[in-house]
């Protein structure tokens, strides 16, 4: 039947509800679980848990660059890719394509968070799990890696923990300069943000040096 029929139907049995505006449908938490419960004892649980990163991630591009034009459809999506990541951690192989596009969903969030610059707390809550995972996972020169390592320190930075911030920059510089060469676009944003890390810090003679050098 058509998805209108259904959602009435689940709506008339009170499993879900619509928000005022109709905008959102809402489903208990128990429905939830249940459902989570149900997938896990069918075997269909990786698969609802790679088509739900799909559509997530299929949001995700819809937003784009343009996140001051949808920030309050960002800050949902970023609870709705945290939710997932909580629901199925344990669930499935870390190496799974599963587990990559989710991982990939969770740098997509941190960027976000980073680039609106007004949740530092959130963004390190996403972050260090997965700056940890990432080096557990694909390795610690993985770029993927080294992009989580980079992200994390920015969150520290807006948070203002800047000797955490400082540690992690340094180390990431050296890492890329090591692992994809001084003169790759990613050291250069790299030195970048170390030599903004160090300005914030007042240590302005080495923020110079790495200002002119990049």
């Not at 629901?87 to 969770?106: F, K, P, S």
Request: charged share 20%.
């Amino acid at each position: 039947p058509p998805a209108d029929e259904v959602l009435g139907r689940l709506t008339d049995w009170s499993l879900l509800t619509f928000s005022v505006d109709g905008s959102l449908v809402v489903a208990h938490t128990l429905i939830k679980r249940v459902v989570r419960e149900r997938c896990m004892a069918e075997g269909s649980y990786a698969a609802l848990a790679e088509l739900t990163g799909h559509l997530l991630a299929n949001l995700a591009d819809r937003i784009g660059e343009r996140i001051w034009e949808h920030s309050a459809e960002g800050s949902e999506l970023i609870a709705h890719v945290t939710a997932l990541h909580e629901h199925t951690v344990g669930n499935l192989g870390d190496t799974t394509e599963t587990a990559n596009i989710i991982r990939n969903l969770r740098h997509w969030a941190v960027w976000l968070v980073n680039t609106m610059e007004d949740r530092p707390a959130v963004a390190i809550s996403i972050a260090l799990p997965l700056a940890e995972e990432s080096e557990r996972v694909l390795g610690s020169d993985h770029t993927a890696t080294l992009m989580a390592r980079n992200n994390l320190a920015m969150a520290y930075q807006t948070a203002g923990q800047l000797h955490e911030a400082t540690s992690l920059f340094e180390r990431t510089l050296a890492d890329r300069e090591r692992v994809l060469g001084a003169d790759d676009p990613m050291t250069l944003t790299s030195r970048n943000n170390l030599a903004g890390a160090y300005r914030e810090a007042g240590r302005l003679g080495e923020a110079m040096s790495l200002y002119e050098t990049a």
